[in-house]
């Protein structure tokens, strides 16, 4: 198990660790990073142990894991696993991914193919040393993806199917004889049969046509199918307006998993739509891959079954034998006579019909697709995994279906940071895990198009950041590759580089990268952040009713994506079948109290339909129900007049407004029409936030709750990666509110070094607590509102600050104590209502060092493509720069130690200290202060406290910095990763050490 990596004892190790625990409470949360682990200090323990200090292997990141099929040695295999548990990760997903191989001939998929017995024989090495090692395992359901087994084919009705369709013009009158109209587009390849599903005529109406579609008039449409002789037509168009005669051909999409083949015989992508489809996966693993042995380890190893986005590739429409069946259970109606809204030609529609109608009838199609994809794929896909000791995970979109509800299915949904458009993505996926009562929501983390090999952690965690305030709470690194593959370069196999000549996606993470060195700084964070995130249950304001439940989409909610957040408020979508889910009741007003407690229902149009102002007749009926029972509702629009999202039947229009009008009339209902007035709204239903912000802001809150303690995650972060302009640094109070009542008291989590100390300064309002909080940009910071004493400290119910005009309050052993910078008389009060005061005496000036000696172990091609050599080289600077600006390191990657000499005056003593700031430094980083390294720092914001272990005459500080390897790949591999540009990295500061005194408050 990884631990925290505080330093060996002696003397000073306790006045060290105090140090720590003041820095922790330095002005303002997030101020600086503490230097060691307060509960150490304190004699005690956490919640439950080193829950938070040293988080189980459970809780810990996990990596996807790149193998060339089946050509992996089972030696290598475990040595790999041994080297993702000792980074103190807690997991690995196995996938067949090699982008990167341009001619698979040289990995022999008749061999070495996946399924076969040599990645058998590698999937068991990796189950029995993950066992030993207490790494969990999952496996991707079938190479790369989408979800393909050997043994399909095309043609099969297993395979992945789409509706192709022909067309064919006819004049007024006119009369057409010849052929029925052959698919505008051929088949893909292995494609041998086609089945022709219907034939129509259609009148053209140029007033329902659009940019791209061809309008046509609904009421005309004929079925003509009847008519069609030996594949042959004769029709006679009638005599007013033009007309266009349509067919319809059912055929194998032909789709392969991505950059295949994988095996041999080749693998086809499954129809996710059948239970035939599912059959053929959960068949191939009966027969070929669960072994005796295999299902054993699996059984132990209590993992995931995986699947990615469902990225379902054809010419035409998605399609499936039974879906006329299913369209008229779902809707009551035959489902041909609206097949020309439907058809597609490469994602683009064709033909369309009215606007409202073309609206109902895709809404019906692609809801009665998602029922299809949820039952028999999803649905049945978890079912099969539960009895092998399996659980699934998946990432549920990519086709039009209701990822909302598709998260409520799966064990562990699962998002992506490099497909989603923002944080509202999601927030999506959170509504189904939290109605469901499912505890993890996953990302595919830290993918980045063009960045192999120049990929920085510090990239990462602002990523991140923001995807944990908006529901994620595990991370699948993305990635670690298997070492090699025939004929890869240095530094080894790696799945996405190059890539199609370029350097491709990142990243290849493992002991190829210098930062692996730091991992364990990273892997440690990570799984505190994760552990506070899985504790307890989630508590969000607002519900957000979404009629089409998409993901992966970049659309948020009216007034809370844009307003609502950066004021604390917090939301989750729901679409209508987790309105249906046993969670879904109301008491004491809350919406699902035992899971995330939402505070009220906001409903507004459809934003995939325009912004209508739709709801499915049983949506509101439910809706009536939940309103009726004590749950505010907002509804945003006209919803006095709204439409029903499908075709509507006879009435059924009349009977949503008779509902809906029923509900508008309860005292706790508002329906607005302003944007702007959805917070006012709120308000005067007695609806308020969690977390309160005294100014708009871009930090960002996520909240849960357990008996003894309230958790909030705070991050100063991007909405998405793309927002600009850049998040700057924020300072200002934040009030957070106590669900539970009893005594409670602040204490601020550090998941960088598992510190947990009380905090000294806040006020406190009722339930609220309200503290300052400064964060730089993409930094979080952790909360925690429970009992005193839950983290081991002994501060009980001493009196606190409420104010101060030190740079510092914090708890002592002694009481409270301020720091100050500069010498002066400090004034604090006190909760008591006592004011004091505390004389600083003189404190040393900033000190800037102005001259560094730097030892780089550079990295260089070895022998081998898993070889390195490590060429050492020592420079003296006396101004920092990056090593691209240091013409001996132009070209340089690998790891600096740059070393310092300080002189502090002769009455430097206890009570003295310092704060050292790194500035600028990439990538990861180390600081050791008189042979003594400090704690993981973090590495957003990079200030240290140094504690006592600065002493008066001289003082050595030694900064270690790990850099991407992009450098050194330009000069090695100029081909492939010669246009990237030379990346800054090392320490370049401006470094600054500012000390500080800490006084005792009478």
Known sequence: MHRHNSQAGGPSRRSVLTAGVAAATAVALGATSPGAVARAADGGTGPGGDWFADPARAVRPRFRWWWPDGLVDPDEIAREIDQIADAGFGGVEIAAVHHSVQDKSVLDTARHGWGGKPWRDGVEAALSQAARRGVTVDITLGPSWPVAVPGVTPDDDAAAQELAYGRAPVAAGATYQGPVPPPVRAAAGGVTRQRLLAVQAARVEPANATRKETGLDFGSVRDLTASVTDGTLTWTAPGAG??????????????????????????????????????????????????????????????????????????????????????????????????????????????????????????????????????????????????????????????????????????????????????????????GRDMAGHTVLSCEAGAYNGSAYSTTWDRFLRTMGGAYAAGVNQTVVHGFSYATAPGVSWPGFAAFSPYNGTPGYGESWGPRQPTWQHVTDLSGYLGRVHRVLQTGTPRVDVAVFRQTGYSATGIGASWFTATGVPLGWTHQFLS?????????????????????????????????????????????????????????????????????????????????????????????????????????????????PDARYATASTLLNAHRA?????????????????????????????????????????????????????????????????????????????????????????????????????????????????????????????????????????????????????????WYPGATATKTEKVRRTVTLDALLPWSRIPELADSAGIGRYRTTVTLPAEWDASHGALLDLGQVSDTFRVTVNGTRLAPADRLHPVVDLGTLLRSGENTLEVEVAT?????????????????????????????LTPYVQADLD
């Open 242 to 431: 033009d007309w266009v005669l349509i067919s319809y051909w059912q055929r194998g999409s032909g789709q392969q998993p991505e950059s295949g083949p994988h095996s041999a015989p080749a693998a086809y992508v499954v129809d996710h739509l059948s239970a035939e489809g599912t059959a053929a996966v959960t068949g191939y693993w009966e027969s070929q891959v669960l072994t005796p042995s295999v299902r054993r380890l699996l059984k132990a190893a209590g993992g995931t079954f995986f699947e990615d986005s469902v990225e379902l590739e054809t010419t035409g429409l998605t399609w499936t034998t039974g879906l006329p069946d299913a369209f008229e259970e779902h809707t009551g109606r035959p489902l041909l006579p609206y097949l020309p809204a439907l058809v597609l030609d490469k994602s683009n529609q064709v033909f369309a019909f009215e606007a409202q109608l073309t609206r109902q009838i895709r809404h019906d199609f692609w809801e009665t697709v998602s029922g299809l994809f949820n039952r028999h794929h999803l649905g049945a896909l978890r079912d099969w995994a539960h009895p092998l000791g399996m659980g699934l995970r998946a990432q549920p979109y990519g086709l039009q279906t209701d990822a909302i509800a598709s998260a409520a299915i799966l064990d562990v949904p699962e998002g992506e940071s490099l497909g989603f458009k923002n944080l509202d993505d999601f927030r999506c996926l959170a509504g």
């Open 576 to 688: 209508g079948p987790l309105l249906a889910l046993p969670s879904a009741t109301v008491s004491a007003g809350r919406l699902a109290p035992d899971g995330p407690a939402y505070k009220a229902l906001f409903v507004e149009g459809d934003f995939f339909y325009a912004s209508t102002p739709t709801l499915a007749l049983a949506d509101a009926r439910r809706i009536l129900e939940l309103a009726e029972a004590g749950l505010p509702v907002v509804l945003f629009g006209a919803f006095d007049q709204a439409l029903t999202p499908g075709v509507p039947a006879p009435g059924e229009t009349d009977r949503l407004r008779e509902v809906l009008a029923r509900l508008l009339a309860l005292p706790h209902v508002v329906r607005v029409t302003d944007k702007t007035a959805i917070g006012d709204a709120l308000t005067r239903l007695g609806v308020t």
């Open 706 to 858: 357990t008996a003894e303690a309230d958790f909030y995650y705070l991050c100063n972060g991007k909405h998405a990666e793309t927002v600009k302009p850049p998040v700057a640094a924020i300072d200002h109070e934040v009030t957070l509110r106590r669900t539970r009542g009893g005594a409670a008291v602040p204490y601020l989590l550090d998941p960088w070094t598992g510190e947990a100390v009380r905090l000294a300064r806040y006020t406190r309002d009722g339930d609220g607590f309200t503290l300052r909080v400064t964060l730089q940009p993409g930094q979080t910071a952790i909360v925690a509102l429970g009992r005193p004493g839950l983290f081991g400290d002994r501060d009980g119910d001493r009196p606190y600050a409420v104010a101060t005009d030190a740079d510092a309050v914090l708890f002592t052993r002694r009481g409270l104590a301020v720091r100050a910078t500069t010498a002066g008389t400090r004034t604090t009060r006190l909760s008591t209502g006592r004011t004091v005061t505390t004389a600083v005496p003189s404190v040393p000036e900033p000190i800037a060092p102005a001259r560094w000696q730097l030892e780089v172990e550079d």
């Open 964 to 992: 991407p390897l992009i450098n050194r790949l330009r000069a090695a591999q100029p081909a492939v990763f010669g246009g990237v540009a030379r990346q800054d990295h090392g320490l370049v500061g401006p470094v600054r």
